[in-house]
């Protein structure tokens, strides 16, 4: 009986790996061998003299050297900081807020939430454009508002002044993902137990008391997805900064996946792209595995 039940359960186990095969041929066929071959191509010597050779010459870290030795390179590293940690500061916090609201289950509460929903589903290509026209300075909605109500006297160069183009892209990219950070948080609420609540009020615990002892422990698990995903997902945007600035001006808007494009493309130095875009993967890489350690760290406490 023991050895047919054992025959039994590896033959429905290689069914699972059958079902489970054309995923994993698709995900190496246009996941894997394009970052292998992006890994490959930065320890080479690839431009548009040395494109069309059949053997392309091998540099080592020559690459890596350079483009660390770039100021444009420190500029975008820390741009894309900056666009990253201030995206999901507001992203955050904002969603928070809306996700208690929402929460709180109102007669209306259900249609404005998905209502909110609509700037997540819009692509971001067009919602770089709408913002880009918003925050013209020649019929712009956005200066037009702040001089009728006396706030400026003249137009802002929102997105063509170096002083103000990174908190541009960083407010559109966040009204961007405010949805996303609402959606998540308002399901880890939902998975609260109102008994938790209950006995708070029992023990004589205030509204703010319930809050940072009931609310955010518990939430915990749904914030590290939302910080974690939020940062991935915002730490290599391209689209939205590459249609509203292309990372100008003066670099003022350069991260590191526009920068990438610019030497693949513009500059066709391919290798010195490719190697960018490594150092954005081992970044991302990083990110995640740190992401993975405290969910093992959560699943443990649990």
Not at 52 to 76: A, L, R
Not at 212 to 220: A, C, E, Q, V
Request: aromatic share 16%; net charge positive; glycine share 6%.
């Amino acid at each position: 009986m023991k050895n047919k039940y054992s025959s039994e359960f590896i033959r429905e186990e290689r069914k699972g790996y059958l079902f489970v095969l054309p995923a994993l041929i698709f995900m190496l066929a246009f996941v894997g061998y394009p970052i292998i071959y992006n890994f490959i191509l930065s320890f080479r010597d690839v431009n548009v003299t040395t494109f069309s050779n059949p053997i392309k010459p091998f540099v080592g870290i020559k690459n890596y050297i350079e483009i660390f030795q770039d100021p444009t390179m420190k500029i975008s590293i820390w741009n894309t900081l900056v666009f990253t940690l201030g995206s999901i500061s507001i992203q955050f916090f904002i969603g928070l807020g809306l996700a208690l609201l929402f929460n709180l289950k109102f007669k209306i509460s259900e249609p404005l939430r998905g209502l909110m929903v609509v700037s997540y589903l819009v692509p971001m290509t067009v919602t770089a454009l709408l913002f880009k026209f918003m925050y013209s300075t020649s019929g712009g909605i956005i200066n037009e508002l702040l001089m009728q109500f006396h706030f400026i006297s003249e137009p802002i160069g929102w997105i063509i002044d170096s002083k103000t183009s990174m908190f541009s892209v960083i407010m559109t990219n966040s009204w961007v993902g405010i949805p996303f950070n609402m959606l998540l948080l308002t399901t880890g609420l939902s998975n609260i137990s109102p008994s938790l609540y209950e006995a708070g009020k029992v023990d004589g615990a205030n509204v703010f008391q319930r809050f940072f002892k009931i609310t955010l422990p518990s939430l915990r698990p749904a914030i590290l997805s939302v910080l974690v995903l939020g940062f991935i997902y915002t730490f290599k945007v391209f689209d939205l900064v590459f249609v509203m600035t292309n990372g100008g001006p003066v670099n003022s808007t350069e991260v590191m996946s526009t920068f990438a494009y610019k030497l693949s493309f513009t500059q066709f130095s391919f290798s010195k792209g490719a190697t960018v875009a490594n150092v954005l993967f081992a970044i991302l890489c990083c990110v995640s595995l740190v992401y993975l350690k405290l969910i093992k760290e959560d699943e443990v406490m649990g």
